[in-house]
């Protein structure tokens, strides 16, 4: 069985953060560009239970659900939707819902909030997107050590964001925490998307290498890829900043790479000293398009083990809910007894079983596995 084994990282003793980040809202976090000194101070306060973080998307019936929170001190001064149902009733419902949310998001200091009368769907969806952030804020504060700083560098692919016009996902990757480069992994596609996006990706590629922030302008013409855009982007910002707080203790060489949480391509096998740590945490793997609808898979890893394997993401409508109902749940204990993404697809689920294998190797990747 394929073991997901992570390098332990060099003797550290304290957690940096990838930058200095506040919510993409916030007009004082705009600044054209971060020195390299404000990402050291930045990490020191992220070891503090400090900063920004970001939960994973949640699908419910009606469409996504994403909470971001602000900790201070290890408490949630701030949550916010970063995604949430639109259209129809959704906006008048969730115009209600979310307010409420975040205030009780910040006054239980926790996901155990009651739901919002009228709006179920949203307030569990809220909850679990929450609960994802806290578990987020509390690996990277958990694990650090106790001293000098530890520079984070890796590639680290953010959550897709949903559009009016189709999916964004975002790419970054770091060195010695700089963005040195950024690119889409998805974008939207067909008539004149293909024109919208291919001005403005570079654009925002371009963007955010300058401005080593989430915290950039939209593009002229391109409002809904700009928005989704800069939404996974803070994702894949905060999977890094978080991947310096899962740095273990080990004797890896001083010049070595640490490893995170990070894609398993980007560590150095040869550097490694002789100590190893074995993963533990929850990773969500890349979004995968079928013919039928997004699949998206999120395992739970336990000492270098699956113990959970779930779709976050699925096909829906028509047959589809029947064909899935019957396919994910066989698909999750697969994974979960093969601990890997060899994996047999469900009969009469093919592209379902193709999109979960896909997104399921992606997690393991991110893993280290």
Known sequence: MRRIVIASAATVSGIVLLLSLKPADDPASSAAGLPPQSSVQGGAQAAAGNGAVTGDAVQTQYGPVQVRLTMANGKITQAEAVQQPKGGQSDQINANAIPKLNQAAVAAGSADIDAVSGATYTSDGYKKSLQSALDKAQASAGSQGSGGAAQVSGTFTGDAA???????????????????????????????????????????????????????????????????????????????????????????????????????????????????????????????????????????????????????????????????????PKLNQAAAAAGNADIDAVSGATYTSAGYKKSLQSALDQAGG
Do not use: H, M
């Not at 300058?210 to 939404?231: E, H, M």
């Not at 398009?289 to 409508?317: F, L, S, W």
């Open 162 to 328: 949903d559009t009016q016009y189709g999916a964004v996902q975002v790419r970054i990757t770091v060195a010695s925490n700089k963005i040195t480069k950024a690119e889409t992994v998805q974008a939207p596609k067909g008539g004149q998307s293909d024109q919208i996006t291919a001005n403005s990706v570079p654009k925002l590629n371009q963007a955010v290498v300058t401005a080593q922030s989430p915290n950039i302008d939209a593009v002229s013409g391109a409002t809904y890829t700009s928005a989704g855009y800069k939404q996974s982007l803070q994702s894949a910002i905060d999977k890094a900043n978080a991947s310096a707080g899962s740095q273990g203790s080990g004797s890896q060489g001083s010049g070595s790479q640490e490893s995170g949480s990070q894609d398993a391509g980007s560590q150095e096998s040869g550097s490694q000293g002789s100590g190893s740590a074995q993963a533990s945490g929850t990773f969500t793997g890349e979004t995968a398009d079928t013919q039928y609808g997004p699949v998206q898979v999120r395992i739970t890893v336990a000492n270098g083990k699956i113990t959970k394997a779930e779709a976050v993401q699925q096909p829906k409508g028509g047959q589809s809910d029947q064909i899935n109902g019957n396919a994910i």
